[in-house]
Every structure is written in structure tokens, then in C-alpha cells.
């Protein structure tokens, strides 16, 4: 299955919990729910108040008119029921005729194109294609009264160039040195918080912004290099380190791992939960062929690089 000709197009509807239409949804429930339960979950969203807290005043409450909550069990379900007709629309009937041989992978994966989770919709085609799957989706979202947000839209094709990648890594570089230093402006040096306080605000505020996408692009050594050389920078600047002094101890003194290490720990969860899988999930289907060496993929490359980290192994023994 060669996926070199492929655009991926990623990309969330703006706030998009707040504008969803309520009504459709307890329209699609009516045929599928008791009215005793669907009167249960309508009662939960449409009998709603709402207080801003601005400069310590308090608006006035009042109901919101569109939207489901915010951080409710609930919410992501019901935005799925509000988005459920899109993959209908955009993908292609399938013919099952002679020639289909019940091989998933050679024959239904190419017909596949458009993966949608929560408020995410991955767009799957070529680029002759991917323009009319664009206003398919921009007609769906006219017919349902909500907007697409361009400025969370990525789009990816798929390349062995690792220069894709590094500038990606340098954005992430970018972002925590920025954090980095507005955090040293208030505690985040050597004269300022406790040595072990200040590498747990790195771990959770710094760190994590390094760690951004890390799970799911291929990391080279170049890269890697490149994580620990800003990670030793910051960590020298906690300690007050000279700039070329060895960050071994510091790291060692408050248990931070090496990048590669970082990547490996970012990466086996999702290695480990696609052993688990329920068989009928469409990535249970693909794994016999991703994680085959002829096919070349990034998964089979992701899974010998993560199972042979030494504290991988560990955690395995």
C-alpha cells in the first residue's frame, strides 16, 4: 500500500463544543432512546447557568443556547452523534464485487478517507482530491450552523525528508525557551527556586512542550541531539552550571532521563495498547502489515527502536 501520494489534513472546528446545535442532537437520540433517559440527558445540557468571573465581578447568569459542557463524560459522545453524517458524506460507496478479495489492507484502506475523533477530522486523499473533500466538509458545516478553524488545520504529506521533521522539533525548542525564560524572570535560576523544586517546573511546564508530537514522528540522533542540548541548557541554568560543564549529575541528582529515553517512554504506551486492542478496530486489522519489515512502515521502525530502550525492557522484565 504505497502512501507516498497521500495529503493528510488535520484540522478541529472552532469552539467546538460551544456552537454545537443541541436540538439535532436530541433529534438523532429520539428514535434510539427512552424518553426517560433522553429527558435525563437534555435536562443536564439545556438546563444550564453560566457565570463570568472578570476582575473580580460576576456577570449576571444566563443559559447558553448552543453547546454541550465543557470537561463532561458526556460531551465527546454527543459531539460524535452531532458529526456522525460527515464520514458518510465524504467517503465513496464501496462496490464488493469479484475482484474484492476480503484482504482489508489491499482492499479497504483505499477507500478509507477521513478518521475522525472527538472534535478532530483527519482528511485522507490525494491532492486533486483532498480540495473536494474541503467542500464537502465546508457544506456540512453550513448545514449545521458551525465553522471550521483554519488556524488548527495541519497538513502533512508524507516524506522521507527529516527536514519536515527537525523544523518541527526547533518549534517545540523555540516554544519552551520562550517559556523557559519567562519563568527564569520569576524563580525559574539558580538564585531563585530550590534546585528540586525548579526541575519539577521544567518537567511538567518545560519539558512537556519539548515532548509535543514526539510520540508520533521519527526521531533521528540529529534530533535527539538537539533535545538534549536545549534540555542540558536549561538544566545548567537551574544549577547555575558554566555553559560547558557536564549535565550528567545535575540530571542524574534529580532522575531526568536523556531525550531518548523521553521519546521511548512517549512512545511505548501507544505500542502497548495496540497489542490490546478489541479485534474489530481498524489499526487490530492493520497491524499484521505495519508491523511486517517489507512494508517498510514507521511503526515497524517505531517498535524494534522503543522495545530495545534498556528502561523499556525494564519495565517489560
Known sequence: MSMHTYLYNDFEDAETYDTVDRSYIWRELQPHLCPALLGLIKNLFDHVQIEILLDNRVSYRFSPVTGVLQGSILSPFLY???????????RQPLVLDDSFSGDIVSDLIPSIN??????????????EHLTSLLHQCEAHSYSLGYRWNPSTCVGVAPSSDTQVYQLYVQQNINKASLTMNQLAAIGLNSNGFPSLLACRFYSQMI????????????????????????RNQCIRR????????????????????????RVATLQAPYLFRSSYLPDDTLLAHLLSYTQSPSSRSHWCKLANTVYDSPRIRLLLS
Not at 458529526?83 to 458518510?88: A, F
Request: proline letters at 5%; one cysteine or more; a negative charge.
Open 238 to 261: 537551574i544549577f547555575d552550571g558554566h555553559s560547558k560543564s557536564s549535565a550528567q549529575v545535575m540530571l542524574h541528582m534529580v532522575n531526568l532521563p536523556y531525550m531518548r529515553t
Open 80 to 90: 460524535s452523534i452531532y458529526i456522525n453524517r460527515l464520514p458518510s458524506i465524504l
Open 114 to 127: 477521513c478518521l475522525l475523533d472527538a472534535d478532530d477530522v483527519v482528511l485522507i486523499a490525494n491532492p
Open 207 to 230: 519539558r512537556s512542550q519539548l515532548d509535543y508530537g514526539l510520540a508520533i514522528s521519527p526521531i533521528n540522533n540529529k534530533l535527539i541531539q538537539q533535545l538534549d542540548v536545549f
